[in-house]
């Protein structure tokens, strides 16, 4: 109502551009009111990021990356294959390479023969991996076989 009459008193001394000039001017009075009886709002609550969660081994990021590759790897032969086995590859190579001069990529017949076939075929680079989510997977008892075997040479 009281927009109404500043509205009209300035029609009423200026005309057309009277009522423009009140008009503005109420609006711009009526947000600034506003603005100052406006409710804050509430305060956000920062998220942490993925990096800033404290973990007891943060600085082993490796470990995690392996011990995560472990656990997936129980899932599926799929998992296994995707997840476990570039490891299982990755330090069987490294291994051999190290303690009988022997390049498992290069010369894989004296790897299988130094391991024995079944456990050579869990590091096996040259295997194709398994596309198969619904089959089951390798035991950890076998990768722990690998991984005794590897110790013994």
């Known amino acids: 109502m009281a927009l109404t ?12 551009a009277g009522l423009l000039a009140t008009g503005i001017a109420a609006a ?4 600034l009111v506003v603005r100052l009886f406006r409710v804050p709002p509430a305060s956000r609550t920062t998220l942490r990021r993925r990096g800033d969660v404290p973990f007891a081994d943060a600085p082993y990021v490796r470990y995690r990356k392996l011990f995560s590759g472990l656990s997936w790897g129980q899932v599926s032969a799929r998992q296994f294959d995707y997840a476990t086995r570039p490891h299982l590859e990755r330090v069987t190579a490294a291994l051999l390479r190290a303690r009988c001069r022997i390049d498992p990529v290069a010369n894989p017949g004296a790897a299988r023969e130094l391991l024995g076939a079944e456990l050579w075929a869990l590091a096996d680079p040259a295997r194709p991996r398994s596309d198969d989510s619904h089959a089951p997977a390798v035991p950890l008892s076998e990768v722990a076989r690998l991984m005794d075997r590897l110790e013994e040479l």
Do not use: F, I, M
Not at 28 to 31: C, G, N, Q
């Open 5 to 16: 009459a500043v509205c009209g008193a300035g029609w009423l001394l200026a005309g057309p």
């Open 28 to 31: 711009v009075t009526t947000l």
